[in-house]
């Protein structure tokens, strides 16, 4: 099982379980699969300080967790170890 945690501009922790599998599309390496992912969920994508998102399952449907440039992404792993850092570069 993933976890995601979002460390916010004003150090603000938020840990969201994702489950066992995620798609991270970003939009600069994505962004045809960006855009029909937000256009799918009913973001804008004219979000300048969005760079990616995550989409995965909960409650068998699809959600989608915005990645935004001033916060920092970590996906832990059920033991609380970082599996992957995702904070914009």
Do not use: C
Not at 9 to 15: L, P, T
Not at 20 to 28: D, V
Not at 40 to 69: A, C, Q
């Amino acid at each position: 099982m993933f976890i995601l945690r979002r460390i916010t501009s004003e150090s603000n922790e938020i840990n969201e379980i994702i489950g066992s599998t995620y798609h991270l599309i970003l939009r600069e390496r994505q962004p045809k699969e960006f855009k029909e992912a937000l256009k799918e969920f009913s973001y804008p994508d004219d979000n300048e300080f969005m760079y990616g998102v995550i989409l995965y399952w909960e409650n068998n449907s699809h959600r989608i967790m915005p990645l935004y440039k001033k916060s920092h992404y970590f996906i832990m792993t059920e033991s609380g170890k970082t599996f992957s850092n995702l904070t914009y570069k």
